[in-house]
């Protein structure tokens, strides 16, 4: 059974960086798909970036809320996808999703994600 954890959130102030992890387990993830989502209190979840496990290959959400501030990568020794997240924002306080999908594609639409964390809190404040 996969199971993905995600830890690294917390408090920081705007201006300051975090480091999101997300824990894979239970499969050979070499023909997955990861991805991180984000939602706010009130707000739909929204896609925040992609990787493909295999080849390394990235996707970022087309919005300019965290162009050039995330950067997605993955450590296959540690089946563990990152998230660093730089300069941060009050406006990208939410929790924090990881989710898995099966295939090499790379796609911004939840309901393609096969399997998803319990999320993790992060909090920007101003």
């Known amino acids: 059974q996969v199971q993905l954890v995600e830890s690294g959130g917390g408090l920081v102030q705007a201006g300051g960086s975090l480091r999101l992890s997300c824990a894979a387990s239970g499969r050979t993830f070499s023909s997955y798909a990861m991805g991180w989502f984000r939602q706010a209190s009130g707000k739909e979840r929204e896609f925040v970036a992609a990787?493909?496990?295999?080849?390394?290959?990235?996707?970022?959400t087309n919005s300019n809320s965290v162009k050039g501030r995330f950067t997605i990568s993955r450590d296959n020794a540690r089946n563990t996808v990152y998230l660093q997240m730089n300069s941060l924002k009050p406006e990208d306080t939410a929790v924090y999703y990881c989710?898995?999908?099966?295939?090499?594609?790379?796609?911004?639409?939840?309901?393609?994600?096969?399997?998803w964390g319990q999320g993790t809190q992060v909090t920007v404040s101003s």
């Open positions: 989710a898995a999908r099966q295939g090499v594609g790379l796609t911004s639409t939840s309901r393609r994600y096969d399997y």
């Open positions: 990787i493909n496990w295999s080849s390394g290959s990235t996707y970022y």
